[in-house]
């Protein structure tokens, strides 16, 4: 049976508050026990001192019958005022008067008994004891015992003795009280304990019920008015970050399954379109070569978002070994070029910045680097008008190499500038010429020189330019103090430390 957390509160509260009562009536008990016990050896020292003082007198008026009777006379009378009951015993242990008529004259206590009290006389002590004198009385009692004189001269023992039952009445006593007093505490302590856990659970049971919520898929769920700096608030608030992160994410798995179908869809909207031409005779035959041309250049695209889509699951899976190494990046700007050689030329765009001598070593991954360059070279070409200019730059900044891919056009608008390195972000609009690609390539380009230790930015001035700037490290790792670059927009005119394009 499952408890919940206000009964396994209120049960264990219940416990620890029973064993404390426990505990302190206990200890109170042992206390008032001891305190009881000294009470009552001291009242019957103040009854063997007055006890005493009488046998003393008697004794000095000689050894005679009449004066010993008196004696003993007014040791009960003593013991009758103090409430206590006495016995005299000769030195033997032999009773010689008793105020307890369950103990008859001659009887004779245990020599043991005689030998303790001796021994507490001989230190000029009372002897004191909780005991029943070795069964010569009817229970234990207090029991004060001490030597006096006798008129014989003899010495004689007197035995003071007060019953244990005395105690046992002021205990049961004592023992209601406590009993009244430990209800009273219990029932109030519960009643607390019910609103210190219903003030407790409340939040979380707000949590339990936005988590069940969670749980079925309605990410929008928070938890409300729950305040404070304690644990529960905290819970409470890493609930609702969590909550937002993961609606975020949910938001974004929409959103990239929504963007993949639509890229999926145009290539192959056109594909299906172009066969079933063929296939029903719609295109004619003279045109079946052309079309099958697009046929190819779509399938193309759909194999390189395929690629791409690999490509990103892998590198932000952490599953991409980076194979780091010092080497030229000019040899990587330079290949870039040259492979793109023939779509530059097509559209009659015109390379600035490549050197045949230059040299700039850079400690990164060279395949990694060559994608990076190659999708933002791509970039360049597709939107750069015919008679344009693409340039190529690369500068040692400190402990880095700052690598940079500028080009004349439309540029991108200032609003959008923010976007562009994010998954199937197109800004077509702004930079209108050409609407073709997934919108993954600088999303790629960004993973790729995060891990590699740079950092990517792009910067534009809309209607004229467009410039990409990314940046790598130049020396071995722990040797470096990385120069790290926003991804945010930036004014080139601002930083005099960059070699303007």
Not at 20 to 47: H, P, R, T, W
Not at 64 to 80: V, W
Not at 120 to 142: F, I, K, P, Q, V
Not at 446 to 458: A, C, D, H, M, Y
């Amino acid at each position: 049976m499952r408890k919940s957390i206000s009964v396994s509160f209120f049960s264990n509260a219940a416990l620890l508050l029973l064993l404390g009562i426990f505990v302190m009536g206990l200890s109170q008990m042992c206390l008032f026990a001891k305190y009881f016990a000294v009470e009552k050896y001291n009242a019957e020292d103040k009854v063997a001192a007055v006890a005493v003082q009488a046998a003393d007198a008697f004794a000095a008026k000689g050894p005679d019958a009449e004066a010993t009777q008196q004696a003993g006379e007014k040791l009960r009378l003593i013991g009758k005022t103090a409430d206590a009951l006495l016995i005299l015993t000769d030195a033997d242990g032999n009773v010689l008067m008793s105020m307890d008529d369950a103990i008859a004259q001659n009887t004779a206590l245990a020599p043991e008994i005689l030998t303790a009290v001796a021994g507490a006389d001989e230190t000029g002590e009372n002897y004191h004891a909780l005991t029943d004198l070795n069964g010569a009385l009817s229970g234990r009692c207090y029991v004060t015992a001490c030597r006096i004189a006798a008129p014989a001269g003899e010495a004689l023992w007197l035995f003071i003795y007060t019953p244990v039952n005395s105690f046992t009445g002021f205990a049961k006593e004592m023992f209601s009280n406590f009993l009244l007093s430990a209800s009273l505490m219990l029932l109030c302590a519960s009643f607390l304990s019910m609103l210190l856990t219903q003030k407790m659970t409340s939040p979380l049971h707000k949590i339990s019920e936005a988590a069940k919520k969670f749980g079925g898929g309605d990410f929008s769920t928070r938890v409300e008015d729950v305040t404070g700096d304690d644990e529960v608030a905290q819970l409470a608030a890493n609930f609702n970050t969590m909550a937002a992160n993961l609606e975020a994410i949910d938001h974004s798995r929409a959103e990239f399954t929504g963007n993949i179908a639509h890229e999926l869809r145009t290539p192959m909207t056109t594909i299906k379109g172009f066969v079933d031409g063929i296939l029903d005779g719609t295109i004619p035959p003279e045109l079946e070569h052309h079309y099958l041309a697009i046929v190819s250049q779509e399938v193309g695209r759909l194999a390189r978002l395929v690629q791409n889509m690999l490509d990103i699951t892998k590198l932000e899976a952490g599953e991409y070994q980076v194979h780091a190494r010092l080497y030229n990046v000019w040899e990587t700007l330079s290949g870039a070029a040259i492979s793109a050689e023939q779509r530059i030329t097509a559209g009659k765009i015109r390379i600035e910045g490549l050197e045949p001598d230059a040299k700039e070593l850079v400690y990164a991954d060279a395949d990694l680097v060559h994608q990076v360059v190659y999708n933002l070279l791509d970039n360049a070409i597709k939107f750069t008008p015919e008679d344009g200019v693409i340039r190529l730059s690369a500068q040692r900044l400190g402990p880095e190499v700052e690598i940079a891919i500028w080009n004349s056009g439309v540029g991108i608008g200032e609003d959008a500038l923010p976007f562009v390195f994010e998954r199937f972000y197109k800004e077509d609009k702004s930079r209108g010429l050409n609407a073709k690609g997934s919108g993954l390539g600088l999303h790629i380009c960004k993973v790729l020189v995060n891990l590699s230790g740079g950092q990517i930015r792009v910067e534009s001035k809309q209607g004229e330019w467009c410039r990409f700037v990314f940046t790598l490290p130049a020396e071995l790792p722990n040797k470096r103090d990385l120069l790290k670059l926003s991804d945010q927009t930036d004014d080139p005119s601002n930083d005099k430390q960059r070699k303007k394009v």
